[in-house]
Protein backbone atom coordinates (compact mmCIF):
# COMPACT_ATOMS: atom_id res chain seq x y z
CA UNK A 1 0.00 0.00 0.00
CA UNK A 2 1.36 3.53 -1.25
CA UNK A 3 0.71 6.74 1.58
CA UNK A 4 1.47 9.21 -1.15
CA UNK A 5 -1.25 11.58 -0.72
CA UNK A 6 -3.12 12.22 -3.92
CA UNK A 7 -1.46 16.33 -4.10
CA UNK A 8 2.07 15.03 -4.01
CA UNK A 9 1.15 12.08 -6.48
CA UNK A 10 -0.71 14.25 -8.88
CA UNK A 11 2.30 17.10 -8.44
CA UNK A 12 4.95 14.33 -9.01
CA UNK A 13 3.25 13.35 -12.27
CA UNK A 14 3.42 16.36 -13.62
CA UNK A 15 6.70 17.00 -12.45
CA UNK A 16 8.01 13.96 -14.83
CA UNK A 17 5.80 15.18 -17.66
CA UNK A 18 7.24 18.57 -17.49
CA UNK A 19 11.03 17.08 -17.17
CA UNK A 20 10.68 14.59 -20.39
CA UNK A 21 8.81 17.56 -22.49
CA UNK A 22 12.16 19.69 -21.47
CA UNK A 23 14.21 16.93 -22.60
CA UNK A 24 12.94 16.39 -25.24
CA UNK A 25 12.54 20.09 -26.58
CA UNK A 26 16.15 19.82 -25.59
CA UNK A 27 17.13 16.98 -28.00
CA UNK A 28 15.14 18.22 -31.27
CA UNK A 29 16.70 21.57 -30.14
CA UNK A 30 20.37 20.16 -29.53
CA UNK A 31 19.99 18.08 -33.14
CA UNK A 32 18.94 21.24 -35.24
CA UNK A 33 22.15 23.25 -33.32
CA UNK A 34 24.68 20.75 -33.71
CA UNK A 35 26.74 22.55 -36.21
CA UNK A 36 26.05 25.99 -34.87
CA UNK A 37 28.63 25.97 -32.02
CA UNK A 38 27.37 29.19 -30.03
CA UNK A 39 23.66 27.44 -29.67
CA UNK A 40 24.71 24.02 -29.07
CA UNK A 41 27.64 25.45 -26.37
CA UNK A 42 24.39 27.43 -24.83
CA UNK A 43 22.55 24.08 -24.44
CA UNK A 44 25.18 22.27 -23.02
CA UNK A 45 25.28 24.68 -20.70
CA UNK A 46 21.74 24.87 -19.58
CA UNK A 47 21.14 20.84 -19.91
CA UNK A 48 22.59 20.91 -15.97
CA UNK A 49 21.08 24.13 -14.66
CA UNK A 50 17.87 23.17 -15.42
CA UNK A 51 18.69 19.62 -13.87
CA UNK A 52 19.73 21.21 -10.55
CA UNK A 53 16.55 23.62 -10.83
CA UNK A 54 14.47 20.59 -11.56
CA UNK A 55 16.01 18.96 -8.71
CA UNK A 56 15.61 21.75 -6.15
CA UNK A 57 11.58 22.15 -7.50
CA UNK A 58 11.14 18.56 -6.38
CA UNK A 59 13.32 18.74 -3.36
CA UNK A 60 11.07 21.58 -2.28
CA UNK A 61 7.89 20.55 -2.52
CA UNK A 62 9.08 16.97 -1.05
CA UNK A 63 9.83 18.29 2.33
CA UNK A 64 12.91 20.28 1.16
CA UNK A 65 16.23 19.47 0.47
CA UNK A 66 17.05 18.81 4.31
CA UNK A 67 14.74 16.16 3.68
CA UNK A 68 15.86 15.16 0.21
CA UNK A 69 19.68 14.62 0.97
CA UNK A 70 20.02 12.96 -2.34
CA UNK A 71 18.78 15.72 -4.20
CA UNK A 72 20.36 17.92 -2.61
CA UNK A 73 23.50 16.79 -3.64
CA UNK A 74 22.21 16.52 -6.89
CA UNK A 75 21.19 19.87 -7.06
CA UNK A 76 24.83 20.88 -5.80
CA UNK A 77 26.26 18.37 -8.57
CA UNK A 78 24.43 20.02 -11.56
CA UNK A 79 25.17 23.69 -10.14
CA UNK A 80 28.57 22.87 -10.38
CA UNK A 81 28.85 21.04 -13.59
CA UNK A 82 26.83 23.87 -15.13
CA UNK A 83 29.63 26.26 -14.41
CA UNK A 84 32.51 23.82 -15.27
CA UNK A 85 30.74 22.90 -18.51
CA UNK A 86 30.34 27.02 -19.17
CA UNK A 87 34.37 26.92 -18.78
CA UNK A 88 34.55 23.68 -20.72
CA UNK A 89 33.04 24.83 -23.64
CA UNK A 90 34.75 27.76 -24.02
CA UNK A 91 37.81 25.80 -24.05
CA UNK A 92 37.70 21.65 -25.71
CA UNK A 93 34.71 19.53 -26.91
CA UNK A 94 36.34 16.35 -25.44
CA UNK A 95 36.45 18.52 -21.68
CA UNK A 96 32.52 19.32 -21.95
CA UNK A 97 32.02 15.33 -22.31
CA UNK A 98 34.37 13.97 -19.74
CA UNK A 99 32.45 16.77 -17.70
CA UNK A 100 29.05 15.14 -18.64
CA UNK A 101 30.05 11.71 -18.35
CA UNK A 102 31.31 12.27 -14.68
CA UNK A 103 28.17 14.47 -14.23
CA UNK A 104 25.85 11.38 -15.70
CA UNK A 105 27.66 8.77 -13.29
CA UNK A 106 26.99 10.91 -10.19
CA UNK A 107 23.83 12.06 -11.15
CA UNK A 108 22.74 8.65 -11.89
CA UNK A 109 23.70 7.26 -8.40
CA UNK A 110 22.20 10.09 -6.63
CA UNK A 111 18.40 9.36 -9.26
CA UNK A 112 18.88 6.03 -8.36
CA UNK A 113 19.10 6.09 -4.62
CA UNK A 114 16.34 8.64 -5.12
CA UNK A 115 14.34 6.02 -6.99
CA UNK A 116 14.63 3.58 -4.36
CA UNK A 117 13.79 5.79 -1.41
CA UNK A 118 10.77 7.02 -3.04
CA UNK A 119 9.20 3.35 -4.40
CA UNK A 120 8.28 3.06 -0.75
CA UNK A 121 6.24 5.90 -0.54
CA UNK A 122 4.87 6.64 -4.28
CA UNK A 123 5.63 2.86 -6.11
CA UNK A 124 6.41 3.26 -10.10
CA UNK A 125 9.35 4.51 -9.82
CA UNK A 126 11.55 1.44 -11.68
CA UNK A 127 11.29 3.33 -14.73
CA UNK A 128 13.54 6.26 -12.40
CA UNK A 129 15.73 3.27 -10.98
CA UNK A 130 16.56 1.82 -14.46
CA UNK A 131 17.23 5.49 -15.46
CA UNK A 132 19.98 5.97 -12.66
CA UNK A 133 21.54 2.69 -13.33
CA UNK A 134 22.07 3.79 -17.24
CA UNK A 135 22.82 7.21 -16.84
CA UNK A 136 25.37 5.53 -14.30
CA UNK A 137 26.48 3.67 -17.81
CA UNK A 138 26.47 6.35 -19.92
CA UNK A 139 28.60 8.27 -18.14
CA UNK A 140 31.25 5.95 -18.22
CA UNK A 141 30.93 5.56 -21.89
CA UNK A 142 30.81 9.43 -22.39
CA UNK A 143 33.96 9.39 -20.39
CA UNK A 144 35.37 6.66 -22.41
CA UNK A 145 34.58 8.83 -26.11
CA UNK A 146 36.05 11.89 -24.63
CA UNK A 147 39.30 10.31 -24.69
CA UNK A 148 39.19 9.41 -28.17
CA UNK A 149 40.54 10.95 -31.24
CA UNK A 150 37.58 12.33 -32.78
CA UNK A 151 36.07 15.91 -31.17
CA UNK A 152 32.62 15.31 -29.50
CA UNK A 153 29.77 17.33 -30.44
CA UNK A 154 26.40 17.96 -28.97
CA UNK A 155 25.37 14.86 -30.87
CA UNK A 156 27.35 12.77 -28.21
CA UNK A 157 25.31 14.31 -25.17
CA UNK A 158 21.92 14.09 -27.30
CA UNK A 159 21.44 10.05 -26.78
CA UNK A 160 21.87 10.85 -23.21
CA UNK A 161 19.07 13.06 -22.89
CA UNK A 162 16.90 11.49 -25.00
CA UNK A 163 16.86 8.72 -22.60
CA UNK A 164 16.48 10.81 -20.05
CA UNK A 165 13.25 11.69 -21.28
CA UNK A 166 12.05 8.45 -22.00
CA UNK A 167 12.17 7.45 -18.58
CA UNK A 168 10.77 10.43 -17.33
CA UNK A 169 7.96 9.61 -19.55
CA UNK A 170 7.42 5.84 -18.66
CA UNK A 171 7.52 7.00 -15.09
CA UNK A 172 4.71 10.00 -15.60
CA UNK A 173 2.76 7.26 -17.24
CA UNK A 174 2.86 4.76 -15.01
CA UNK A 175 1.93 6.77 -12.25
CA UNK A 176 -0.69 8.29 -14.32
CA UNK A 177 -1.88 4.70 -14.65
CA UNK A 178 -1.78 3.82 -11.01
CA UNK A 179 -3.71 7.36 -9.81
CA UNK A 180 -6.57 5.71 -12.70
CA UNK A 181 -6.70 2.22 -11.25
CA UNK A 182 -6.90 3.56 -7.54
CA UNK A 183 -10.27 5.62 -8.69
CA UNK A 184 -11.51 2.30 -10.45
CA UNK A 185 -10.56 0.07 -7.55
CA UNK A 186 -10.89 2.76 -4.62
CA UNK A 187 -9.98 0.17 -1.69
Same mark, same amino acid.
Given at each position: MHHQTKPQSTWLRSYYYTRAGFSIFWVIAATSAASLSPV?????? #?????????????????? /????????????? +??????? #?????????????? +?????????? /??????? /???????? /?AQWAMILSGAQSMLAGGFMIKQSLGFMPPTILDVAPYAAFGAFYFLVSAVALTVAAYRGRRNPA
Open positions: ASLLLV #IYPAWDALANLVDARAHG /GLAANRSQMLNVF +ASSVMTI #IVLFAVMKDTHAVL +AAFGIWAILS /GLLQLYT /GIRRWRSV /G
